[in-house]
């Protein structure tokens, strides 16, 4: 990614202390089992290490050292029983979930010849994680449990790690990067229309306005003639140009690619929403015509270029992008009722890595539809299979909420105008379809990725604490 982010997960785990000294081969089993855990989670993330935890104390000292790191996430290991002081000091001033692992050593014990030791210290996976739920359910804590065995591999339970780390990274992504917007929403969207102060607040992202003035002289300074050619084969490598290449206009093209990739290190950028309402003339026009191409290399590399000033759902895009691989700008375009499928997709700026089905492609058009001036179109090409939709909404009290669904793409017709377009079928008919996503509220765009991702971005919603409506799966 152009702007790197890794998630900070803290990890501690907890037991009783007074059976410490009453079986004395727990002290070194318990840590032996802490560090096993620790070593099965994703390199992906950085982990805050809280500790083996027995006494309220050391639960204290953990909390201190998560809030000091702003962990995005918790995993708390239950060893053996304990009592909940054991965990809430650790915990109680995190406004991020606590996931509660709850992993038993053995598959069973040996019935013949385990002691209470064996009991306590291989074989208690059962006991505290109710009471622990309903202590965090006390305070106010969002929490999560995962429930498996260490003996022999436990596929779900590090699916489920996986995915929460994965989740993680995007609190760590909004709060860490900034997002660019320039210009401002379509004129007369007004479901685009947001308050960058409560964004901020609820949502961690902080925005940077941006003038068109100074996007238009971004690659005045670039003259670096191998890095501009080096990028130039970037492009190729990425896009088929449809009716050849014009070495002149690649290399502009190249140019302004570097200037922005440039632009988006210094300013930290994950996220860009940008909307040009004006006279696409002399500089200006020159810089529009190459928007879509910029900004979709940019795209590839992992910041969320969002068209028509949408800030929601270049936030949408960069969480499918992060727990995904792919992220790609789309809206509803049209219902087939013939076949049963619903036509979804978008114009403009798109994701590399969710053409699969073929290279994307970028060509020359005369008009933007519904945009001033013209220039280079890119269409790209999902497979056929699985696909995941986001949107990203907002109430009248300014608290955002997901819109997820999850979907087939299937073979056939698309219309013959460039435009990236998949053809879905959803669990449900069209019309139901589209009346349900309708009614859930959504802004006009919303994000696509390759694949079912319905289940992480229920844990994302968690960790942002906001709702997620679930239209199908």
């Known amino acids: 990614m152009l702007v790197n982010t890794k998630a900070k997960v803290g990890v501690f785990s907890i037991a009783l202390g007074a059976y410490l000294p009453q079986f004395p081969s727990l002290v070194p089993e318990f840590n032996k089992q802490f560090e096993d855990f620790k070593a099965s989670i994703p390199d992906t993330v950085e982990i805050i290490d809280g500790g083996v935890v027995t006494t309220k104390e050391q639960s204290q000292a953990a ?6 790191a702003d962990v995005d996430l918790v995993f708390m290991q239950l060893l053996t029983y304990a009592t909940s002081y054991n965990m809430l000091p650790a915990v109680k001033d995190l406004d991020v979930p606590v996931v509660l692992v709850n992993l038993q050593k053995l598959k069973a014990l040996d019935y013949d010849t385990a002691g209470t030791a064996e009991w306590l210290g291989e074989a208690y996976a059962c006991g505290a994680v109710g009471e622990m739920v309903a202590d965090l359910n006390r305070y106010g804590k969002r929490s ?3 429930t498996g065995v ?5 596929a779900a339970v590090a699916k489920e790690i996986d995915q929460w780390c994965r989740a993680a ?8 990067t900034n997002l660019a917007q320039i210009g401002r929403p379509y004129p007369g969207m007004m479901d685009l229309y947001i308050d960058e102060s409560n964004l901020y607040r609820r949502m961690h992202v902080y925005t940077k306005q941006f003038d068109w003035e ?8 670039i003259t670096d003639e191998v890095v501009i050619k080096a990028k130039a084969e970037d492009i190729l490598d990425t896009f088929e140009i449809v009716g050849g290449v014009d070495e002149e206009k690649l290399h502009e093209m190249a140019k302004y690619v570097v200037a922005f990739e440039q632009w988006v290190k210094d300013e930290k950028l994950g996220f860009v929403a940008s909307h040009y309402d004006g006279y696409a003339k002399g500089q200006a026009g020159v810089v529009d015509s190459l928007l879509i191409p910029a900004f979709s290399m940019l795209i590839k590399q992992g910041t969320a270029c969002a068209v028509e000033g949408d800030i929601k759902v270049a936030m949408a895009m960069s969480i499918l992008k992060t727990i995904a691989g792919s992220g790609q700008l789309s809206e509803m375009y049209t219902i087939d009722f013939n076949d049963g499928v619903t036509l979804i997709g978008h114009s403009g700026s798109g994701d590399a890595d969710f053409s699969q089905a073929k290279k994307p492609t970028m060509k020359i058009v005369d008009v933007f539809h519904g945009k001033t001036g013209g220039g280079y179109l890119t269409q790209f090409y999902p497979p056929e299979g699985d696909i995941t939709y986001l949107a990203i909404t907002q109430d009248g009290e300014g608290h955002f909420k997901f819109v997820c669904a999850e979907g087939v793409n299937v073979p056939g017709k698309i219309l013959q105008n460039g435009d990236t377009m998949m053809r879905t ?3 449900i008919s069209p019309a139901e379809f589209v009346t349900k996503w309708s009614e859930a ?8 990725a390759i694949g079912r991702h319905i289940d992480v971005v229920e844990k994302v919603a968690k960790i942002f604490d906001v709702p997620v409506e679930i239209i199908t799966r």
């Open 63 to 68: 909390g201190d050292l998560f809030r000091a």
């Open 144 to 146: 999560a449990v995962i």
């Open 150 to 154: 260490v003996e022999g591999g436990d």
């Open 169 to 176: 990274q995007c609190r760590r992504r909004f709060r860490e």
């Open 214 to 221: 100074k996007i238009w002289t971004i690659a005045d300074d």
């Open 425 to 427: 079928e959803f669990a």
């Open 441 to 448: 509220g959504p802004t006009h765009h919303f994000a696509a």
